[in-house]
């Protein structure tokens, strides 16, 4: 027969066991992300890579980018956050392109948050290229330099592969965040941009246990 004491002494140690499993179950495929189909192949070789999914005129992807910028920092060694760029029309192909010429003439740092002001501070449209040189001539980039690599073969196929990437994905809107080519995050999941970081923190750390 259990003694009082005897059920004191269990409880404090299945307590924090079921504590600790509560934890794991926190977040659940189908409700907090989805599990994709099929893997999609990461950019970063053996490191855990968490892809942001924007488009440069999305004004949630605007309130969005300080928010995974500072958490960021906070990713432990192993990880790398990948920005890629969605498209689903001719506007924002242009914007893909703009995108990975920064990405190629060694300027994105200097002009990728002066693109989203532009688009959602200035009310440019970002349509052609003379709309968006001004933007990388801040950055020092000569007009023949940015025309031949906006126009560029390197730049076409990024747009392209980014495509591609964002189908296999299966995205329906943006902002939403891929883990490791095989976890989907959205907002409508998690129901707030800061509960999207927290689940995909959570699929991080899954994914580095197990390496």
Request: charged content about 25%; proline content about 4%.
């Amino acid at each position: 027969m259990f003694s009082r004491f005897s059920h004191l002494l269990l409880g404090l140690i299945f307590f924090p066991l079921m504590a600790c499993a509560a934890g794991q179950d926190q977040y659940q495929d189908g409700v907090h992300y989805i599990t994709l189909p099929e893997p999609v192949a990461t950019q970063t070789g053996d490191n855990v890579e968490v892809a942001e999914i924007f488009w440069y005129g999305c004004g949630h992807c605007y309130t969005f980018e300080p928010l995974v910028n500072q958490w960021e920092k906070s990713l432990p060694e192993g990880v790398e956050l990948v920005k890629s760029p969605a498209m689903w029309n001719a506007p924002m192909k242009i914007h893909a392109q703009m995108f990975y010429a920064a990405e190629a003439l060694g300027v994105f740092k200097k002009v990728h948050q002066n693109l989203f002001n532009a688009m959602h501070v200035e009310r440019k449209r970002l349509m052609d290229a003379d709309e968006i040189y001004p933007y990388f001539e801040d950055a020092g980039v000569s007009r023949a330099d940015f025309d031949k690599t906006f126009k560029s073969f390197k730049v076409s196929s990024d747009v392209r592969r980014a495509d591609a990437r964002a189908r296999s994905y299966k995205i329906t809107g943006t902002p939403e965040m891929v883990v490791n080519g095989k976890y989907r995050i959205s907002a409508r999941m998690t129901g707030s941009q800061a509960n999207m970081l927290k689940v995909a923190r959570y699929l991080v750390d899954k994914e580095l246990a197990a390496k």
